[in-house]
């Protein structure tokens, strides 16, 4: 999932960034893209190797929970927002 999350946003970018610079900077912004999503992940799995170490079980059980309810509440008020946007056309 994550690759093909970090594929869909460096592909958007990347054909904002061909159409509107030249091949240098093109080549610049890619890889500084390509920099941000490294440092991002190393970043990440770093922070989740540390904190695994730290949590226990109940504690990785009850961090999934809340964080599944705070998904489920931002899907909520997303799907309310579409709705409310979506509304006008009918």
């Known amino acids: 999932g994550n690759l093909v999350f970090w594929v ?31 440092l991002h992940d190393i970043g990440l799995l770093t922070l989740i190797s540390l904190t695994r170490k730290v949590m226990n079980r109940t504690m990785i059980k009850w961090t999934s929970i809340i964080a599944g309810i705070l998904l489920l509440g931002f899907g909520c008020y997303f799907f309310y927002e579409f709705y409310i946007g979506i509304k006008v056309y009918f």
């Open 8 to 38: 869909s946003v460096f592909g958007a970018v990347l054909a904002d960034a061909y159409t509107k610079t030249d091949s240098s900077e093109f080549m610049l912004a890619s890889g500084g893209i390509l920099a941000g999503i490294l």
